[in-house]
């Protein structure tokens, strides 16, 4: 396995030949709708090495074996806002993946390729600071996967536990409880 995939999507190239397809990111939702490498010409969406890493990933990611979504790696996400100049976008997890007919801007002829709806984790526990450590430890063959998620931001490590039932409770945006807390709500002892 990977140790993580970097996701980056360049917006501002939507709709070319070099790029058919328009990723969506939504940060207020925690939602990305990533297209995989593939292009016009490609024999099979699934012979990229790209569209292969995703494939892999999503197999670990989707596993009801907390020992196996411990091994698998992360999607980083980044969005290239400009020419030469790449923001950060969080870290994710596929909820799906599955195959698309693209059509080339230029000759109009279909191919086929992935498409990942990916659910970006919310990383307010960390105060929404990627720390890199836990990608390092990830490639230090001595260490343990179990060993490894000490560093993990607290969302992947939830994920790791609970599996994909947790994802709506850990995505950026989640709607939070509003209503006040139990204590709140009770009357004081003897009132």
Same mark, same amino acid.
């Given at each position: ?71 698998? @790696? ?11 100049? %790449? ?5 994710? %997890? ?10 080339? @801007? ?46 993990? @931001? ?31 709500? %009770?009357?004081? @002892?003897?009132?």
């Amino acid at each position: 396995s990977s140790d993580l995939i970097l996701i980056s999507s360049s917006p501002h190239k939507a709709g070319t030949h070099t790029t058919p397809w328009q990723d969506e990111f939504d940060s207020e939702t925690g939602r990305v709708r990533y297209y995989g490498d593939s292009k016009a010409g490609d024999l099979s969406p699934t012979t990229t090495p790209g569209n292969r890493a995703l494939r892999s990933a999503f197999a670990m990611q989707s596993s009801p074996d907390p020992s196996v979504r411990a091994l698998a @790696p992360p999607l980083v996400l980044f969005r290239r806002t400009a020419k030469g100049f %790449v923001e950060f976008r969080g870290i994710g %997890v596929m909820e799906s993946l599955e195959p698309v007919t693209e059509h080339d @801007p230029v000759t109009g002829v279909p191919f086929g390729n992935l498409v990942a709806d990916i659910v970006v984790l919310d990383m307010t526990a960390e105060d929404d600071d990627f720390d890199w450590t836990w990608i390092s430890e990830r490639r230090d063959s001595t260490r343990s996967a179990a060993g490894c998620l000490d560093s993990a @931001p607290a969302a992947w490590r939830r994920w790791v536990e609970e599996g994909a039932d947790a994802l709506h409770a850990i995505r950026r945006g989640a709607p939070r409880p509003t209503a006040p807390a139990i204590t709140e709500q %009770v009357p004081e @002892p003897g009132s």
